[in-house]
């Protein structure tokens, strides 16, 4: 049995796997895991099957008369460098986007190399998952504190009131937070004394362990955080602490919440008067509580606007960068909040270069996903002709997604990085896929900076990659000197020792060789695990962790402001100009009628992304897929449980199983994302047989969080009646 990290959700589980004869028997959790101390989930136990999944290619596919056929690695890359460099030459870089997806995140050599490429290519069209999830928590980060991943997140084991909006952690094991079992951590809150709200339109999971759950609108977030802001002003209960000093923009924000006081906001948000107000006085009296809000406020139309007064609240009441309200991690490597000169930095950018259809600012280098299809559809200079898509199924998790399935058809060269053949790769001119990540190491790049505890983790293979397979860091590479001019064959090797000393440099300038030499002879991820170790806070190396199967234990939160920012001023920037105008939007629509029926998506333990679908563990049991609706709904409508219905929106229409239930509020329907299995020329054979319903077929790609350029997902108004 050998210690593992799971690679399948943020939460980023240590597990204990028995393998045998190349196959896992036997999964448990890891007792002595410093990060999840025993902890597992379902999608954990299911590791095996993915390492064994039939249907998980197991070499390239080159695309020929409209089918997939095998191919060897040299054919596979002689394909692409026939194709790629003619449409770089002849149309420029921006005719070739990137788009990376959620468990890019998860493999460290796709996550580090891709990035790494997109440099390379030097394209202006870089999309990912991020517009489609969780930009706009990091836009108001970054705007605040200086750097898109200085994320504050809630000291959980020291709370004694924590604040759900939006989110379900039970479900998730956090967002944007690296929690794992926080449903066993909610009830040790609960157990020495404390209190759980949760704020949601759905009972979630998180909702029924909850001692309250409140209600809301969807997109009625920003509102209810409005009329927050309001009473801790008008109330004289804000405070900000030690804070004080460090913190400038507090009149630009209480003069922004004036006109929105909790009697004003309350039919907007769905939520009393009343309730707000206590809310807030509970905020501002608690010694140690914490405001966290996720995916339900940020995939909203005001998704930037609520995530950014989610951390106007927490400073307002003292309890931002405090123990048990919420904190900023100490990662070991790759945090650029500690590395450089800290307190103070050149703070974030936006808008540098705009989409060249819809003229979409970018954020944090990339434009909106949802920018996508119309970059490929127009012709014009800057057209995209070729995409290079990296573990991402956006046809199903992008809105419109028939639309975008249409353009991805019309590519001259696409190039999907895939295990897969799902219904975006079917798109595909060649697949490369990964072998299984059991095969390779594991360290977690960017889930310590978000994580509820300091740690540092790395995994051993446990099994040999296959004979020939290379491993996807080194077909990146590969990529990357096709794109460098050097054709199809170069030494891989000999061109990961130059991008390292490239990065090197920037750094050290003349002491290159003897950095180097310390991390020698590694190669590949395992190189920039080392060198991030050693430049990181602990100073750190790779060896160091290797010798702690289980983990170092680096300690719990602390506070680390001033030292964090990195903001021009040097301060927390409470009121930046962007947020601050952005109220006004929310003024003007505050006497927005409620639409009779909306729409939300929902989280689920077994199936947060879609190729989970495949696994028989995981889809096994009840059929998920459902739409949730309140039974006054129902009755309106006429729906029956368990019978089928048709949801439509502007000419788009999806069929879908009822399923009637109080645990919705009235008036809001709720859908899981990531389904739709029944698309041909897929090869997902436990998916297909209850392919559900594409809740992303009915949202238009116009719908966007005007400042992070985020899909509106949620709170949009449907039609439905029964089939």
Same mark, same amino acid.
């Given at each position: 049995?050998?210690?593992?990290?799971?690679?399948?959700?943020?939460?980023?589980?240590?597990?204990?796997?028995?393998?045998?004869?190349?196959?896992?028997?036997?999964?448990?959790?890891?007792?002595?895991?410093?990060?999840?101390?025993?902890?597992?989930?379902?999608?954990?136990?299911?590791?095996?099957?993915?390492?064994?999944?039939?249907?998980?290619?197991? *070499?390239?596919?080159?695309?020929?008369?409209? *089918?997939?056929?095998?191919?060897?690695?040299?054919?596979?890359?002689?394909?692409?460098?026939?194709?790629?460099?003619?449409?770089?030459?002849?149309?420029? $870089?921006?005719?070739?986007?990137?788009?990376?997806?959620?468990?890019?995140?998860?493999?460290?050599?796709?996550?580090?190399?891709?990035?790494?490429?997109?440099?390379?290519?030097?394209?202006?069209?870089?999309?990912?998952?991020?517009?489609?999830?969780?930009?706009?928590?990091?836009?108001?980060?970054?705007?605040?504190?200086?750097h898109w991943l200085s994320v504050a997140v809630p000291d959980l084991d020291r709370t004694e009131?924590?604040?759900?909006?939006?989110?379900? $952690?039970?479900?998730?094991?956090?967002?944007?937070?690296?929690?794992?079992?926080?449903?066993?951590?909610?009830?040790?809150?609960?157990?020495?004394?404390?209190?759980?709200?949760?704020?949601?339109?759905?009972?979630?999971?998180?909702?029924?362990?909850?001692?309250?759950?409140?209600?809301?609108?969807?997109?009625?977030?920003?509102?209810?955080?409005?009329?927050?802001?309001?009473?801790?002003?008008?109330?004289?209960?804000?405070?900000?602490?030690?804070?004080?000093?460090?913190?400038?923009?507090?009149?630009?924000?209480?003069?922004?919440?004036?006109?929105?006081?909790?009697?004003?906001?309350?039919?907007?948000?769905?939520?009393?008067?009343?309730?707000?107000?206590?809310?807030?006085?509970?905020?501002?009296?608690?010694?140690?509580?914490?405001?966290?809000?996720?995916?339900?406020?940020?995939?909203?139309?005001?998704?930037?606007?609520?995530?950014?007064?989610?951390?106007?609240?927490?400073?307002?009441? *003292?309890?931002?960068?405090?123990?048990?309200?919420?904190?900023?991690?100490?990662?070991?490597?790759?945090?650029?909040?500690?590395?450089?000169?800290?307190?103070?930095?050149?703070?974030?950018?936006?808008?540098?270069?705009?989409?060249?259809?819809s003229g979409a600012p970018e954020v944090f280098g990339e434009l909106p996903v949802t920018c996508?299809?119309?970059?490929?559809?127009?012709?014009?200079?800057?057209?995209?002709?070729?995409?290079?898509?990296?573990?991402?199924?956006?046809?199903?998790?992008?809105?419109?997604?028939?639309?975008?399935?249409?353009?991805?058809?019309?590519?001259?060269?696409?190039?999907?990085?895939?295990?897969?053949?799902?219904?975006?790769?079917?798109?595909?001119?060649?697949?490369?896929?990964?072998?299984?990540?059991?095969?390779?190491?594991?360290?977690?790049?960017?889930?310590?900076?978000?994580?509820?505890?300091?740690?540092?983790?790395?995994?051993? $293979?446990?099994?040999?990659?296959?004979?020939?397979?290379?491993?996807?860091?080194?077909?990146?590479?590969?990529?990357?000197?096709?794109?460098?001019?050097?054709?199809?064959?170069?030494?891989?090797?000999?061109?990961?020792?130059?991008?390292?000393?490239?990065?090197?440099?920037?750094?050290?300038?003349?002491?290159?060789?003897?950095?180097?030499?310390?991390?020698?002879?590694?190669?590949?991820?395992?190189?920039?695990?080392?060198?991030?170790?050693?430049?990181?806070?602990?100073?750190?190396?790779?060896?160091?962790?290797?010798?702690?199967?289980?983990?170092?234990?680096?300690?719990?939160?602390?506070?680390?402001?001033?030292?964090?920012?990195?903001?021009?001023?040097?301060?927390?920037?409470?009121?930046?100009?962007?947020?601050?105008?952005?109220?006004?939007?929310?003024?003007?629509?505050?006497?927005?009628?409620?639409?009779?029926?909306?729409?939300?998506?929902?989280?689920?333990?077994?199936?947060?992304?879609?190729?989970?679908?495949?696994?028989?563990?995981?889809?096994?049991?009840?059929?998920?897929?459902?739409?949730?609706?309140?039974?006054?709904?129902?009755?309106?409508?006429?729906?029956?449980?368990?019978?089928?219905?048709?949801?439509?929106?502007?000419?788009?229409?999806?069929?879908?199983?009822?399923?009637?239930?109080?645990?919705?509020?009235?008036?809001?329907?709720?859908?899981?994302?990531?389904?739709?299995?029944?698309?041909?020329?897929?090869?997902?054979?436990?998916?297909?047989?209850?392919?559900?319903?594409?809740?992303?077929?009915?949202?238009?790609?116009?719908?966007?969080?005007?400042?992070?350029?985020?899909?509106?997902?949620?709170?949009?108004?449907?039609?439905?009646?029964?089939?």
């Open positions: 049995m050998t210690s593992r990290i799971c690679p399948l959700c943020e939460a980023c589980c240590g597990l204990d796997i028995t393998v045998e004869d190349g196959h896992v028997t036997a999964i448990r959790g890891d007792a002595d895991d410093v990060l999840s101390r025993g902890f597992i989930c379902p999608k954990g136990a299911a590791l095996g099957e993915l390492h064994d999944d039939p249907d998980r290619l197991r *070499g390239p596919l080159i695309k020929r008369d409209g *089918g997939f056929v095998a191919a060897t690695w040299d054919e596979a890359f002689a394909e692409i460098a026939a194709r790629l460099p003619p449409i770089i030459d002849a149309y420029g $870089p921006n005719a070739v986007a990137t788009y990376a997806g959620n468990p890019t995140a998860h493999k460290a050599g796709l996550l580090l190399y891709g990035m790494r490429l997109s440099r390379e290519l030097r394209t202006a069209n870089v999309f990912s998952a991020s517009t489609l999830d969780q930009m706009p928590k990091q836009l108001a980060s970054g705007l605040l504190f200086g009131l924590l604040v759900v909006l939006g989110a379900n $952690p039970v479900a998730s094991n956090g967002s944007m937070w690296t929690v794992p079992d926080f449903r066993g951590k909610a009830k040790a809150l609960q157990a020495r004394g404390g209190t759980l709200v949760v704020i949601d339109p759905r009972r979630t999971e998180t909702a029924a362990l909850a001692d309250e759950h409140h209600f809301i609108r969807p997109g009625g977030d920003a509102f209810l955080l409005l009329g927050i802001v309001h009473t801790l002003v008008t109330e004289g209960l804000v405070r900000l602490g030690r804070l004080a000093p460090h913190v400038t923009g507090v009149d630009a924000v209480a003069e922004a919440a004036r006109d929105f006081a909790p009697e004003v906001v309350a039919d907007r948000c769905g939520m009393p008067a009343a309730t707000i107000r206590d809310l807030a006085r509970r905020l501002a009296t608690t010694p140690r509580a914490a405001l966290y809000a996720r995916i339900g406020a940020c995939t909203q139309t005001y998704g930037t606007l609520a995530s950014w007064l989610v951390d106007v609240i927490n400073t307002l009441t *003292g309890h931002l960068d405090a123990v048990g309200g919420v904190m900023f991690p100490k990662a070991a490597a790759f945090a650029a909040n500690t590395a450089g000169a800290s307190g103070r930095g050149k703070g974030v950018t936006t808008g540098r270069r705009h989409s060249r259809v996508l299809a119309e970059e490929i559809e127009t012709p014009g200079e800057g057209q995209v002709r070729a995409l290079i898509a990296i573990a991402g199924n956006p046809v199903l998790s992008a809105p419109n997604g028939p639309r975008l399935a249409q353009a991805l058809a019309s590519l001259e060269l696409m190039v999907s990085f895939d295990i897969y053949l799902n219904e975006t790769s079917r798109h595909a001119h060649v697949i490369l896929p990964g072998y299984s990540s059991l095969a390779e190491p594991h360290f977690d790049v960017a889930f310590p900076q978000l994580a509820w505890r300091n740690t540092a983790r790395y995994s051993e $293979p446990l099994v040999a990659p296959p004979a020939g397979h290379p491993a996807e860091w080194e077909l990146l590479v590969r990529l990357i000197g096709i794109v460098r001019g050097r054709g199809a064959n170069v030494d891989v090797a000999a061109l990961d020792d130059e991008l390292a000393a490239d990065d090197v440099r920037r750094l050290a300038g003349p002491m290159t060789e003897a950095v180097l030499a310390a991390v020698a002879p590694r190669r590949g991820p395992d190189r920039l695990f080392d060198l991030a170790l050693r430049a990181g806070p602990y100073r750190l190396t790779l060896d160091a962790v290797r010798a702690a199967p289980h983990g170092l234990d680096l300690g719990e939160l602390a506070p680390r402001i001033p030292e964090l920012l990195r903001t021009p001023s040097g301060m927390i920037e409470l009121a930046p100009p962007a947020l601050i105008s952005d109220v006004a939007r929310a003024r003007a629509d505050l006497a927005r009628p409620a639409p009779p029926l909306v729409i939300i998506g929902r989280r689920q333990l077994r199936s947060n992304n879609s190729w989970m679908h495949n696994l028989p563990t995981l889809a096994k049991g009840k059929f998920r897929g459902t739409a949730l609706v309140h039974p006054d709904d129902a009755a309106r409508l006429a729906l029956q449980d368990g019978g089928r219905a048709r949801i439509s929106r502007e000419g788009r229409a999806i069929d879908v199983q009822v399923e009637i239930s109080d645990h919705m509020m009235p008036g809001v329907v709720s859908l899981p994302h990531g389904w739709g299995h029944d698309l041909a020329g897929t090869q997902l054979a436990v998916a297909s047989q209850r392919p559900g319903a594409n809740l992303n077929a009915l949202l238009g790609d116009d719908l966007r969080d005007p400042l992070s350029g985020t899909a509106v997902l949620s709170g949009v108004a449907i039609e439905m009646h029964p089939l």
